[in-house]
């Protein structure tokens, strides 16, 4: 009884400690993504700044998964939804889709007061299913059956996701993972997905360094009229136009 009696007092006075100690271990990563964007953006007076020096942080940090992006068109011309055999996390690894992107520039605004959304739709220069080449009745069909809810297997590589960020009262349009030209961890550098895993498994080790010096600004504040030439949202809304894009428009533009 009296060893039953001990443990009973340990654990009722151990166990918040215990407790408490889990929880600051979650909190020390939150803060430790605050603590980074705080230190950015320090001596920085308007939000619109801010906004831009995060986005060029991750920008010039970060590398995009083009070995994915080629899979996901390899998977599209043969009728079928590429799934990546590997899990990955961008803030370890410092490589990742347009997902991972939009996340953590939401996550980096949201940390200093920032309001940001997250938008996701299609992206993409030419989306090639919708060809203006092809019959015209055979491209509404297929955009008529993605609107109404049933999935076409040849548009999911253009699913993509960017951020909006409310400055002043406006929501302004940014797209971190197209700021960057060229990918480094492309396909034909990077030709399977065991080498892909190894390549994720070995930036976990890595400092953040300067890579990308090369950017594309137009993808930051980008206006409306010109993102949508090549970003559709699912949600018009988000256009921020005020006349909005049709899908079919947007796609024989």
């Known amino acids: 009884m009296k060893i039953i009696h001990y443990l009973f007092l340990f654990f009722l006075f151990y166990l918040p400690f215990l407790c408490v100690a889990e929880t600051n271990d979650h909190v020390s990563i939150d803060q430790s993504l605050q603590q980074l964007s705080l230190d ?3 001596g920085i007076q308007t939000p619109l700044k801010k906004a831009e020096k995060i986005a060029v942080f991750i920008a010039e940090h970060y590398e995009r998964d083009g070995f994915k992006k080629k899979e996901k068109d390899n998977a599209a011309k043969k009728n079928k939804t590429y799934t990546a055999s590997y899990e990955n996390n961008m803030q370890q690894t410092k490589v990742g889709d347009s997902y991972d992107f939009a996340d953590l520039y939401q996550q980096m605004c949201s940390a200093i007061g ?7 739709g299609y992206a993409g220069k030419n989306i090639e299913s919708f060809s203006v ?3 015209e009745q055979k491209a509404i069909k297929q955009a008529s059956q993605m609107l109404s809810g049933r999935p076409d297997s040849s548009l999911e590589r253009y699913k993509s996701a960017w951020n909006a960020v409310k400055i002043d009262d406006k929501w302004i349009l940014v797209d971190t993972y197209w700021m960057i030209k060229g990918e480094k961890y492309a396909y034909k550098n990077i030709q399977s997905e065991k080498r892909m895993k190894r390549v994720l498994e070995q930036n976990k080790t890595k400092k953040l360094s300067k890579k990308n010096s090369s950017l594309d600004m137009d993808f930051f504040n980008a206006k409306p009229k010109n993102m949508i030439k090549t970003h559709y949202p699912f949600d018009e809304s988000y256009q921020f136009l005020k006349k909005p894009y049709s899908f079919n428009k947007f796609l024989n533009r």
Not at 114 to 120: A, G, Q, S, T, Y
């Open 40 to 42: 950015l953006t320090k």
């Open 114 to 120: 920032l309001e940001v959304i997250i938008i996701e």
């Open 133 to 135: 080449k092809r019959k």
